[in-house]
């Protein structure tokens, strides 16, 4: 069996109980690798911009570890989520964030895979 060398990682940016400015989101990749990308998102008051939609190559599935969100798509439906839940977004489906909390800071992880 091959095994893999141990590598210390140093996590780096906003720890978990520190929040954005209102308005803002900020995104720490937290492991990238060949066939997959791990991101912490923190977002606080946050929707992304009028006619912005991501459009994304991977597919995303991405859970809410504390706050609020809601998802929207652009076929029209939008998805709410807490802490806990999730959601499999499957690449290109084009979606944008439509709100987060207002008074407490949004924690997201957000995990990239190679679309199926």
Same mark, same amino acid.
């Given at each position: 069996?091959? &095994?893999? #060398? ?7 940016? /906003?720890? =978990?109980?520190?929040? =954005? ?11 990238? &690798? ?8 923190? %977002?606080?008051?946050? %929707?992304? =911009? ?15 570890? &504390? ?22 977004? /499957?690449?290109?489906? &084009?979606?944008?964030?439509? #709100?987060?909390? #207002? ?10 895979? =190679? #679309?199926?």
């Amino acid at each position: 069996m091959t &095994r893999r #060398a141990y590598r210390p990682v140093v996590c780096t940016g /906003p720890g =978990p109980g520190a929040d =954005p400015t209102p308005g803002e989101e900020s995104v720490e990749v937290l492991l990238d &690798r060949d066939t997959l990308r791990v991101e912490r998102i923190v %977002s606080l008051d946050y %929707s992304s =911009p009028d006619g912005f939609w991501y459009d994304q190559p991977d597919d995303e599935w991405v859970t809410v570890l &504390r706050g609020r969100g809601v998802l929207e798509f652009e076929d029209g439906n939008r998805v709410e989520l807490g802490p806990g839940d999730w959601l499999d977004i /499957p690449a290109h489906v &084009r979606h944008r964030v439509a #709100a987060t909390h #207002a008074t407490e800071a949004t924690v997201w992880l957000a995990v990239h895979t =190679p #679309a199926e």
